[in-house]
Nanobody
Framework: QVQLVESGGGLVQAGGSLRLSCAAS????????MGWFRQAPGKEREFVATISWSAGGTYYAGSVKGRFTISRDNAKNTVYLQMNSLKPEDTAVYYC?????????????WGQGTQVTVSS
């Protein structure tokens, strides 16, 4: 069982930056690939970024590539999402998730989400 708690969301002006954190409970955090997703009002949840268990592999949605960076610290059981050059269309609730299976499989655990609002 893994519990995930996101933090770091808030209100920022367009062009600004935020760093989201996701703290995980449990001693097996390093066995999970981690992902960030987001859901804007009236829209479906969408993939943002993922990082392998060893942090050796990352992958981003095209809409955030070059602006967002996902990273993890297995010693701290934490995954991060550094968001730069934020745009109003990045406004959403951001969720972190943990996946034990290979790429393309479902995520097993989800956090409660943190709100990010980007003003124009």
């Amino acid at each position: 069982q893994v519990q995930l708690v996101e933090s770091g969301g808030g209100l920022v002006q367009a062009g600004g930056s935020l760093r989201l954190s996701c703290a995980a409970s449990g001693r097996t955090f390093s066995r999970y690939a981690m992902g960030w997703f987001r859901q804007a009002p009236g829209k479906e949840r969408e993939f943002v970024a993922t990082i392998s268990w060893s942090a050796g592999g990352t992958y981003y949605a095209g809409s955030v590539k070059g602006r967002f960076t996902i990273s993890r610290d297995n010693a701290k059981n934490t995954v991060y999402l550094q968001m730069n050059s934020l745009k109003p269309e990045d406004t959403a609730v951001y969720y972190c998730a943990a996946r034990s299976g290979s790429a393309g499989t479902q995520y097993d655990y989800w956090g409660q989400g943190t709100q990010v609002t980007v003003s124009s």
